[in-house]
């Protein structure tokens, strides 16, 4: 069935409007972010004033750092699954606009975490977050394959590709979220080498 057909069924409609909508919220959300970071100067500041402010923000432009390049990610998955559907239905709309909401929370948990950067609640209030787009996003995208939405000339290995890259942001997130909150913040520091040996992993598999 062609996307112009679909778009006029009942059951199926474009794919456009969502993803256009999508990447506006990403773009608001992304700038938002930064609005957190707020250099505490006075009109009277001297040059050693400004040095000391800019130290003390490198906190908080990494936490900032950290939190714009897994939205970034989100973003690429997000719309990698897209490309890979022909259409969208009511329900896949719904998961897809709960995804976004979970992307929404973020200026709230990056900006509780910067106001608590010591309290384990708070760091697992900002890893929660991104867990919890991410298990939005796995939903979404089981979804669309259990309801055929995705377009018959992509190949399993392709579907299956992206389940296992979102499965593993969604462990990722998981981990990091328990590990802090039992404020073993030292073993959130494993991931990155751990995400990347299975990115090196999944590519050697590949024929």
């Known amino acids: 069935m062609h996307e112009s057909a679909a778009a006029t069924s009942g059951d199926f409609f474009s794919k456009h409007r969502i993803e256009a909508l999508s990447d506006g919220l990403f773009s ?39 939190g714009f390049l897994i939205s970034s990610i989100f973003w690429s998955l997000h719309h990698r699954k897209f490309q890979l559907l022909r259409h969208t239905n009511p329900k896949h709309s719904a998961l897809t606009l709960a995804f976004l909401f979970a992307v929404t929370l973020l200026p709230i948990s990056i900006s509780v975490y910067l106001h608590a950067k010591h309290s384990g609640l708070a760091q697992a209030v900002y890893f929660g977050n991104f867990t919890l787009i991410a298990i939005m996003l796995l939903t979404s995208w089981l979804y669309a394959r259990h309801a055929g939405l ?22 990722i997130g998981a981990t990091a979220t328990i590990a802090s909150y039992y404020h073993l913040a030292y073993f959130t520091l494993l991931i990155l ?6 990115r090196r992993q999944e590519k050697a598999a590949q024929p």
Not at 29 to 50: F, S, W
Request: charged share 10%; net charge neutral.
């Open 28 to 66: 608001v959300v992304m700038t938002l972010l930064v609005l957190e970071i707020k250099p505490a100067l006075t009109p009277a500041g001297d040059d050693q004033a400004v040095q000391q402010t800019l130290w003390a923000l490198i906190p908080s432009l990494l936490t900032f750092g950290l």
């Open 193 to 198: 080498p751990v995400a990347l040996y299975l």
């Open 150 to 171: 995705v377009d018959t000339g992509v190949s399993p290995g392709v579907s299956g590709k992206l389940t296992r890259r979102i499965t593993m942001m969604t462990a």
